[in-house]
């Protein structure tokens, strides 16, 4: 059973596999009124759980562990491993997910801290997080339309390739040809943890920005004015939802792959956020 579909059906829901993914609730369905209130959320796994999030995985028990070492900050960290095989609702993925977070005209902070695994060996894109665009249900759309919802990659994204951090964006929810990179790539030294944060205001047009901070430094361009990067980022008033992990799409990974996230948060200031 694809968990997506079962957004469609029901407020809120819980599913257990047969491959072991378990999804449980999230929340009510998306709604096109400007300025919702978000939920805050702390994912620093410190309570030695990953029951705060949905899950995009093959086997929890192997592809997401929450470990003692290494760890960014306090006793936990995630261990996530992405191996050739684990293919998950038409993708190569190993990922956990946030709703709620990613509404329409509301401005948001996302923070979290990231360290590739000194043995990775891949050099083809892996994209360790996302904010996915979701189906507006007012309006009729559900997770399998025609033509396919997803045929593209979503609207923001940080994509690890070859040793460098990219922030694309994307500019159409119904082709792969609009995407694009926001500022310069960045150096991602492996086996050493990384801080990311990112504030973004959601939206349909051009007033919608994302600006970026790496290890508490802007690596979105400057404008003239500031480092906000001035773009639409929402598809539709639904608004869009958070991942992160690893994901591949449709190319299939050479080797098993590890990357370590610890201190996973949302909230309305950089202060609230930043590791």
Same mark, same amino acid.
């Given at each position: 059973?694809n968990?997506?579909?079962?957004?469609?059906?029901?407020?809120?829901?819980?599913?257990?596999?047969?491959?072991?993914?378990?999804?449980?609730?999230? !929340?009510k369905?998306?709604?096109?009124?400007?300025?919702?209130?978000?939920?805050?959320?702390?994912?620093?796994?410190?309570?030695?759980?990953?029951?705060?999030?949905?899950f995009?995985?093959?086997?929890?028990?192997?592809?997401?562990?929450?470990?003692?070492?290494?760890?960014?900050? !306090?006793?936990?960290?995630?261990?996530? =491993?992405?191996?050739?095989?684990?293919?998950?609702?038409?993708?190569?993925r =190993?990922?956990?997910?946030?709703?709620?977070?990613?509404?329409?005209? =509301?401005?948001?902070f996302?923070?979290? /801290?990231f360290?590739?695994?000194?043995?990775?060996?891949?050099?083809?894109?892996?994209?360790?997080?996302?904010w996915?665009?979701?189906?507006?249900?007012?309006q !009729?759309? /559900? &997770?399998?339309?025609?033509?396919?919802?997803?045929? /593209?990659?979503?609207?923001i994204?940080?994509?690890?390739?070859?040793?460098?951090?990219?922030?694309?964006?994307?500019?159409?929810?119904?082709?792969?040809?609009?995407?694009?990179?926001?500022?310069?790539?960045?150096?991602?030294?492996?086996?050493?943890?990384?801080?990311?944060?990112?504030?973004?205001y &959601?939206?349909?047009?051009?007033t919608?920005?994302?600006?970026? &901070?790496?290890?508490?430094?802007?690596?979105?361009?400057?404008?003239?004015?500031?480092?906000?990067?001035?773009?639409?980022?929402?598809?539709?008033?639904?608004?869009?939802?958070?991942?992160?992990?690893?994901?591949?799409?449709?190319?299939?990974?050479?080797?098993?792959?590890?990357?370590?996230?610890?201190?996973?948060?949302?909230? /309305?200031?950089?202060?609230?956020?930043?590791?």
């Amino acid at each position: 059973m694809n968990f997506l579909k079962i957004l469609t059906k029901s407020y809120r829901f819980s599913v257990s596999f047969s491959l072991g993914i378990f999804v449980s609730a999230c !929340g009510k369905l998306p709604t096109p009124e400007p300025g919702q209130a978000f939920e805050n959320f702390v994912g620093d796994f410190e309570d030695n759980s990953l029951s705060a999030f949905h899950f995009l995985v093959k086997d929890t028990l192997f592809n997401t562990k929450i470990v003692t070492s290494p760890v960014r900050k !306090g006793n936990y960290a995630l261990k996530n =491993t992405l191996r050739p095989d684990d293919f998950v609702n038409n993708g190569y993925r =190993t990922e956990l997910a946030i709703y709620n977070c990613a509404k329409y005209k =509301t401005e948001v902070f996302y923070g979290f /801290s990231f360290m590739v695994d000194a043995d990775y060996q891949d050099t083809a894109y892996n994209l360790i997080c996302q904010w996915q665009d979701l189906p507006n249900y007012n309006q !009729g759309e /559900s &997770w399998e339309p025609t033509p396919v919802l997803h045929g /593209s990659p979503p609207p923001i994204s940080l994509t690890y390739v070859n040793n460098k951090l990219e922030i694309k964006m994307n500019d159409s929810p119904s082709t792969s040809n609009k995407t694009f990179l926001v500022g310069e790539a960045q150096y991602i030294q492996k086996g050493v943890w990384q801080d990311v944060v990112a504030h973004i205001y &959601w939206n349909d047009d051009k007033t919608a920005f994302i600006e970026f &901070w790496l290890n508490g430094d802007l690596i979105t361009p400057f404008n003239g004015t500031d480092y906000k990067f001035y773009h639409r980022n929402l598809f539709n008033r639904a608004g869009n939802y958070f991942k992160f992990g690893q994901y591949r799409g449709k190319n299939k990974t050479a080797h098993a792959n590890t990357i370590f996230f610890d201190e996973v948060k949302v909230g /309305s200031t950089y202060l609230e956020v930043a590791p």
